[in-house]
């Protein structure tokens, strides 16, 4: 069955960085859209960035200029590369797969798998 692992949390202080992995197995990794999402308590899971099955990448406002996010086919892996990070970046962080011809979709619902979740936590 198709398993999207994540790793990379972990607790940094505020303008630090981390870089977030979520390795994929029993899914032909090339034919899927690959997303990032997050969720903070109390608040609903939101988008932070996508990147398509050729390469582009697409980004939340909040976050453009300080995360990059990349993939590797050979590894089946995309990343979340985090920069300057802020308080309001904590949250657990989420990767997803979507099986799409063309930009990702912004919207969770579309996606077709999920990892479990990785713990990101920004202290000021």
């Known amino acids: 069955q198709v398993q999207l692992v994540e790793s990379g949390g972990g607790l940094v202080q505020a303008g630090g960085s981390l870089r977030l992995s979520c390795e994929a197995s029993?899914?032909?990794?090339?034919?899927?859209?690959m997303g990032w999402f997050r969720q903070a308590p109390g608040k609903g899971r939101e988008f932070v960035a996508a990147?398509?099955?050729?390469?582009?990448?697409y980004y939340a406002d909040s976050v453009k200029g300080r995360f990059s996010i990349s993939r590797d086919t050979a590894k089946n892996t995309v990343y979340l590369q985090m920069n300057s990070l802020k308080p309001e970046d904590s949250a657990v962080y989420y990767c997803?797969?979507?099986?799409?011809?063309?930009?990702?979709?912004?919207?969770?619902?579309?996606?077709?798998?999920w990892g479990q979740g990785t713990q990101v936590t920004v202290s000021s």
């Open positions: 997803a797969a979507e099986q799409r011809l063309g930009p990702p979709s912004k919207q969770e619902r579309a996606y077709d798998y």
């Open positions: 029993e899914l032909t990794f090339s034919t899927y859209a």
């Open positions: 990147i398509s099955r050729s390469g582009g990448q």
